[in-house]
């Protein structure tokens, strides 16, 4: 059994930056992949970003790459998502989640074993 909680998020001004953090406890967390996803107001959940078990491949949504970047610190149990030159249309609730079944099925399913309870980001013009 994994738990994920997140944390780091707030508001913002465009151009700024922010670094969210998912703490897991679990002895499966550091053989699970994650993936950050968000949910905008009226929107459907979207994917962001995912990294595999030990840090050695990410994976980011077109909209983000080259500004957001994902990285995990297994000693601590934690995954980052470092959120910089952000938009007012990265404003969402954003999501982490785990599955031992790897990165692959983080990116392309919805259907996910651990999810966190959100932290709320806002971006303003």
């Known amino acids: 059994q994994v738990q994920l909680v997140e944390s780091g998020g707030g508001s913002v001004q465009a151009g700024g930056s922010l670094r969210l953090s998912c703490a897991a406890s679990?002895?499966?967390?550091?053989?699970?992949?994650v993936g950050w996803f968000r949910q905008a107001p009226g929107k459907e959940r979207a994917f962001v970003a995912a990294?595999?078990?030990?840090?050695?491949?990410?994976y980011y949504a077109d909209s983000v790459r080259g500004r957001f970047t994902i990285s995990r610190d297994n000693a601590k149990n934690t995954v980052y998502l470092q959120m910089n030159s952000l938009k007012p249309e990265d404003t969402a609730v954003y999501y982490c989640?785990?599955?031992?079944?790897?990165?692959?099925?983080?990116?392309?399913?919805?259907?996910?074993?651990?999810w966190g309870q959100g932290t709320q980001v806002t971006v303003s013009s």
């Open positions: 990294i595999n078990y030990n840090g050695g491949n990410t």
């Open positions: 989640a785990a599955d031992v079944r790897g990165l692959r099925v983080v990116v392309i399913s919805a259907t996910l074993e651990y």
């Open positions: 679990g002895s499966s967390f550091s053989s699970a992949a």
